[in-house]
């Protein structure tokens, strides 16, 4: 499509209706027929009366110093920095209201303060040596390991067989301060009481 007289406002206006539904006057990116419209225009379009028109502008502004006499890029060119949507140009107050409204959801992001930590509710068999382990014993040596983080629960004695007992206790953790492998260690050490430990259930909380 030609185009006449675009130094007059009739023929910004016949360019700002062909790129109105367009990126470009030919496809997708920058071309020598943008170039060449380009380099007629003598005074840029106003945002306001001719917005396709200005949304064109600065991405073949920036190929005008790009793109050769045969319409292809120049050795210097970069086809990767054409701005298809014309970023260059933002609008100040566009800006303006983005940086605010960032500003304010991080006010109020930090006067929420750190979010609840993370916890999980954890079943533990603790099985001992055989049925003459003391099995209260077991369970005070258990409920005496202290970690930050650690809360203990409920317990109960559940048969296994052959006169043998299991002390099944439940206890709340911090994930970010109590693993597994920390409890599993820490009642481990009392092997003259416990053979070993299982996990009997693990629920996020």
Aim: net charge negative.
């Amino acid at each position: 499509m030609g185009f006449d007289n675009l130094n007059t406002d009739a023929g910004i206006a016949t360019l700002n209706t062909f790129v109105a539904d367009k990126s470009y006057i030919e496809g997708f990116t920058a071309s020598q027929a943008d170039v060449a419209v380009f380099e007629a225009i003598s005074t840029a379009p106003a945002a306001g009366k001719y917005p396709h028109a200005a949304r064109w502008l600065p991405g073949t502004k920036k190929a005008a110093s790009e793109y050769g006499p045969s319409g292809a890029p120049t050795a210097a060119a970069d086809e990767d920095d054409i701005d298809l949507f014309g970023s260059e140009d933002e609008d100040p107050e566009l800006e303006k209201a983005k940086a605010e409204r960032l500003a304010a959801y991080q006010a109020k992001k930090a006067a929420k303060g750190p979010g609840p930590a993370a916890k999980s509710s954890i079943l533990l068999d603790v099985k001992p040596w055989d049925d003459e382990t003391d099995m209260a014993a077991m369970e005070q040596a258990v409920r005496a390991i202290y970690m930050d983080g650690l809360l203990w629960g409920a317990s109960k004695l559940v048969p296994i067989g052959y006169g043998i007992k299991k002390l099944q206790i439940s206890c709340v953790v911090e994930d970010d301060k109590v693993g597994t492998d920390m409890l599993n260690d820490a009642i481990c050490e009392h092997d003259v009481l416990v053979q070993s430990v299982d996990i009997a259930s693990f629920n996020k909380i």
